[in-house]
């Protein structure tokens, strides 16, 4: 897909500024400006440089830029500086903005046109700026582009003046250093400093403000009649390929990503494009992981087994599934795998009762598409060391209680994806018995029990406990008179509210409710909590409910999992619907109606992509990450469950 925006809808700076970009790199580095290429948060910018996933760089900030065409001189960057003042207006100038994969602006100024495009090198920290300008005037034209440099680590902007020098085409600040190849005419210029302002970064209490640092600008003159092209490649080593190799590379590359998608529908083709940026190279296990979300998050593991079937399986991405599965596999310990990596001598943090048993499924879906019995050997010991650690206990009160079933967490842990953690508040404690939790346990251990013959074992201990582990979910988690299930059994008020959780209970591979009670939640989710945009993480009707996201962190943590929006179990919610109407051909255009507004969710916030949250009472603007690897993935899988059912279907193509 091709998403435009014309003048009208660039008419403000608020509005220019409405919607960002995406490039990431396969390594954990990426660049992100808005629509208006200003930079309104602190961990944006065109050169965020890698070392790890999780170990990254603001190294060139942001561009200033100018086009002098003797009349007059104008800006195209746009950009707020110390106090929110609006320094540079280029936004004024820009007749539309594009993104097909990669993004590019055009600009007209007294019959003077500019395009400026941007790619990243996959695999590499590189960033390449084109500029192509056409002057069909009677007199010469001047392109002059200033750098701003940070040399800071990702989120954490320098609050007073770093000194940068320009050295031989290289930039440094102490010993770091960022390599400039340009066709133009590089200039030193005295050292100058800004503050500039973040805008987005405000309406979440996060920093008002970071300090970048100038020393060179590039300038490129068009005479009379003449169009040019100038360049500018920036990395953190040696460059060897022009700015025009890269993009070439960069646009060929985005080609594949659709063409090898798999997928029939543009919107789904579009989030299998999305889906790309979330995987990345781990060197310190030696494979394959995925990132979270950007710009905020690196990998964790519940959010990688989440993610993994939408954004790797469906795209059929066998060889990155297998590499990501063992490169958590390798970090089990005591029957749990990470949570968070280890970096450098950094120990990994292990606080997650989910990953592990959405580690076990995921290797089922893995296995249903591949058939690969020698993986399932290699693996297997992890799945049984995991299995037996839940029953007989482990970390954080990880335990299999007489019933069957798994109980989680203790004072202040974080065990499930409602993990906030406000000082010594935990604002949705879920300590128990969580629902999804045990809909995780019961399937993982069905697939254990299917697995063991490739093992060479015997599944019947497996499938013996997962028969008990059914019955009691069915007696201690179904409420007869509400028709739902229970969030948790902790004994606490918070065990009958109404939240998204039990939606998982209805779309694991393997499940315990029967057909009826599997309709019944469906429904109640939908009355209560379903938005088009996701599904609200609590009742409106809970005195609990918190309808607005955002403010200083602890007013937005308080509201995380309170009621926010969350399109990710969305697409379970799909799932179910499907589900419990049969697979049906007429299911599934009911779905595609509900999906109407995807090509609207994909142009909103960051254009391409899926956010990680929304507010809970009116669901507008995307709020948290601008782009959220489950959202994507889970919505992967329901365009994947929908092309198949209609290809079952004759007469009922993809509208």
């Given at each position: 897909m091709k998403f435009t925006f014309d003048q009208k809808e660039l008419s403000s700076p608020e509005r220019a500024e409405s919607r960002c970009w995406l490039l990431a790199n396969g390594l954990g580095g990426f660049a992100s400006t808005s629509a208006a290429f200003s930079v309104t948060r602190c961990d944006q910018g065109l050169l965020l440089a890698a070392k790890t996933p999780t170990r990254r760089t603001n190294l060139v900030h942001r561009l200033s830029e100018t086009l002098d065409t003797g009349a007059k001189t104008v800006f195209l960057s746009t950009q707020r500086l110390e106090g929110g003042t609006l320094a540079e207006d280029g936004y004024r100038h820009l007749t539309a903005f594009a993104w097909d994969g990669l993004p590019r602006w055009d600009y007209g100024l007294g019959g003077v046109h500019v395009?400026?495009?941007?790619?990243?090198?996959?695999?590499?920290?590189?960033?390449a700026v084109l500029y192509d300008v056409e002057n069909p005037t009677d007199g010469p034209c001047t392109l002059r582009v200033t750098p701003v440099?940070?040399?800071?680590?990702?989120?954490?902007?320098?609050?007073?003046?770093?000194?940068?020098?320009?050295?031989?085409?290289?930039?440094?600040?102490?010993?770091?250093?960022?390599?400039?190849?340009?066709?133009?005419?590089?200039?030193?210029?005295?050292?100058?400093?800004?503050?500039?302002?973040?805008?987005?970064?405000?309406?979440?209490?996060?920093?008002?403000?970071?300090?970048?640092?100038?020393?060179?600008?590039?300038?490129?003159?068009?005479?009379?009649g003449e169009a040019g092209r100038l360049e500018l490649v920036f990395s953190d080593g040696s460059i060897s390929k022009t700015g025009s190799d890269i993009l070439r590379d960069a646009q060929s590359r985005q080609r594949a990503l659709l063409e090898d998608s798999g997928f029939r529908t543009p919107e789904a083709r579009e989030l299998a494009r999305a889906a790309d940026a979330f995987i990345a190279d781990r060197p310190s296990a030696g494979g394959m992981t995925i990132l979270a979300g950007f710009p905020f998050f690196g990998d964790w593991g519940r959010d990688t087994m989440i993610a993994l079937p939408g954004c790797v399986l469906a795209r059929g991405e066998y060889d990155t599934a297998r590499s990501i599965l063992r490169t958590?596999?390798?970090?089990?310990?005591?029957?749990?795998?990470?949570?968070?990596?280890?970096?450098?001598g950094d120990a990994p943090m292990y606080n997650s009762a989910d990953a592990p048993l959405l580690l076990i499924n995921c290797i089922w879906l893995y296995y249903r598409r591949t058939g690969d019995d020698a993986f399932v050997r290699e693996a297997w010991p992890v799945l049984a060391r995991i299995v037996r650690a839940y029953r007989a206990g482990t970390h954080f009160a990880i335990a299999m209680d007489s019933d069957g079933l798994i109980r989680a967490g203790e004072g202040l842990d974080q065990v499930t994806w409602m993990d906030v953690r406000v000082d010594d508040v935990l604002p949705t404690p879920r300590h128990g018995k969580p629902v999804e939790i045990n809909a995780y346990w019961y399937s993982a251990l069905r697939v254990l029990a299917r697995l063991a013959p490739i093992a060479g074992e015997s599944?019947?201990?497996?499938?013996?406990?997962?028969?008990?582990?059914?019955?009691?979910?069915?007696?201690?988690?179904?409420?007869?008179?509400?028709?739902?299930?229970?969030?948790?059994?902790?004994?606490?008020?918070?065990?009958?509210?109404?939240?998204?959780?039990?939606?998982?209970?209805?779309?694991?591979?393997f499940t315990m409710l029967s057909p009826d009670r599997e309709r019944q939640v469906t429904e109640a989710v939908f009355r209560r909590l379903y938005t088009p945009f996701g599904l609200r993480t609590l009742s409106p009707e809970d005195p609990q409910f918190h309808p607005f996201y955002g403010g200083p962190q602890r007013e937005r943590d308080m509201a995380y999992h309170q009621g926010t929006v969350w399109p990710y179990p969305l697409g379970a919610w799909y799932l179910a619907y499907l589900k419990v109407h049969g697979g049906t051909a007429r299911a599934a255009a009911e779905v595609r109606r509900m999906l109407g507004n995807m090509e609207a969710l994909l142009r909103e916030g960051c254009v391409g992509q899926l956010p990680e949250i929304y507010d809970g009472g009116e669901p507008g603007p995307s709020k948290g990450c601008f782009a959220q690897a489950w959202s994507v993935g889970e919505l992967l899988r329901v365009y994947e469950a929908l092309e198949r059912i209609e290809q079952e279907a004759p007469g009922h193509a993809i509208p």
């Open positions: 395009t400026r495009r941007v790619a990243m090198e996959h695999g590499a920290n590189i960033t440099f940070q040399f800071a680590p990702k989120g954490e902007p320098p609050q007073s003046p770093r000194p940068v020098r320009l050295e031989d085409g290289v930039i440094r600040c102490g010993t770091m250093e960022v390599h400039l190849r340009t066709t133009g005419r590089l200039l030193a210029v005295p050292t100058a400093y800004e503050t500039l302002s973040y805008a987005d970064d405000e309406k979440d209490g996060r920093a008002l403000g970071g300090v970048g640092s100038v020393c060179c600008a590039v300038t490129l003159t068009v005479p009379a958590f596999l390798a970090y089990e310990k005591d029957g749990l795998v990470p949570n968070l990596f280890p970096e450098g599944g019947a201990a497996y499938d013996a406990l997962a028969d008990k582990v059914r019955r009691s979910f069915a007696e201690k988690f179904w409420m007869e008179d509400k028709g739902y299930l229970k969030d948790v059994l902790s004994g606490t008020k918070a065990d009958e509210q109404l939240r998204c959780n039990q939606i998982w209970a209805v779309t694991m591979p």
